[in-house]
């Protein structure tokens, strides 16, 4: 089953971001800051931001996302006019 954006939604993943000792332990901290951007999964039909494809990196206004967890993965859904800028 698979998991695709409606109307005027993007889906979109997110990675986390480690940080790493010179030494090469990763360091946890649950204070770090989290990685901003989400990675376009899907884009639903109604979508008008011209030149949005799967796969680019957007910035987004974290406080308007949703999110679902699908098979083990977390996926993130966020309206159009939600989206800040997209990093190419």
């Known amino acids: 089953m698979a998991v695709t954006a409606v109307k ?3 889906l979109f993943t997110r990675k986390e971001v480690q940080k ?13 800051e989290q990685n901003p951007l ?16 799967v796969g680019d990196a957007i910035s987004i206004n974290w406080q ?15 309206d159009q006019s939600n989206i800040n800028a997209i990093v190419k």
């Open 38 to 53: 989400g990675y376009v999964h899907s884009i639903g039909p109604d979508v008008a931001i011209q030149g949005l494809e």
């Open 64 to 78: 308007a996302v949703g999110m679902l967890e699908h098979d083990g993965d977390k996926y993130y859904i966020v």
């Open 8 to 10: 005027t939604r993007v």
């Open 20 to 32: 790493e000792s010179k030494g090469g332990i990763i360091l946890s901290n649950p204070n770090q």
